[in-house]
């Protein structure tokens, strides 16, 4: 059995399958691949996440020219942007 981090992501999809896909986790977990497919998860939601964060600034002007010219706003930009691709991530890859 390969031992790898599991991250955020991964902990939240963990605790939601022991809650309501118990089947699911006991079957991940009898053939020994629970911690890689957590892993997977993790990686996956990341990635997205990411993915997600650049589009929602490239589609609001978020850009490198705000950052110079008023840096506290790009902050609250690009953290609004960052809690709604995790909000997005969490509605549609984790909780279900």
């Given amino acids: 059995m390969k031992n790898v981090y599991v991250g955020k992501y991964g902990m939240l999809h963990l605790d939601y399958i022991k809650a309501h896909r118990k089947e699911t986790y ?45 840096p506290l706003r790009w902050v609250r930009e690009m953290n609004n942007c960052k809690a709604s691709a995790e909000e997005t991530v969490l509605k549609e890859m984790i909780y279900i």
Avoid: C, F
């Avoid at 691949?33 to 997205?48: C, G, I, K, M, P």
């Fill in 26 to 70: 006991t079957a991940l977990t009898m053939e020994g691949r629970l911690n890689e497919y957590l892993h997977q998860v993790d990686t996956n939601a990341r990635e997205t996440v990411s993915l997600l964060v650049r589009e929602y600034a490239e589609k609001r002007g978020i850009d490198e020219q705000l950052k110079a010219s008023d």
